[in-house]
């Protein structure tokens, strides 16, 4: 008798497991799936921002190089952004990677 009564009790919390384990793996808000796709865009946005920050990185570069001289304000305006005196004709050679070939 006892040992039936164990084996029931036993039972009881081997179904109770299993049926919470099932509902945490697919019906509660925090389920697997949603857990795998949270942990992808995770990763997705740390890529983003690396890339974000080398950016951020360059272009103070770009710009401690332009504030630093007139001379270099005004090739960057005329390169960058295609500027230029009212008399006079822009041209930017530029490789095959579209790359200006002077830098």
């Known amino acids: 008798m006892l040992q039936k009564l164990l084996r029931s009790v ?12 099932g509902w945490m793996t697919f019906f509660d808000a925090n389920d697997l799936p949603s857990q795998v796709r949270n ?14 920050q080398a950016e951020i990185k360059h272009v103070q570069t770009e710009r401690r190089e332009v504030l630093g ?3 270099l304000r ?4 005329r390169e960058k ?17 579209n790359e200006p070939i002077e830098k």
């Open 10 to 21: 036993r039972n009881f919390y081997v179904a109770t497991s299993l049926a919470l384990l």
């Open 39 to 52: 942990w992808l865009k995770l990763r997705e946005l740390e890529g983003e921002t690396k890339f974000y």
């Open 69 to 71: 001289s007139d001379r």
């Open 74 to 77: 005004e090739k960057f305006a």
């Open 81 to 97: 952004y295609l500027m230029k005196k009212p008399t006079e004709d822009v041209f930017v050679i530029v490789d095959a990677q």
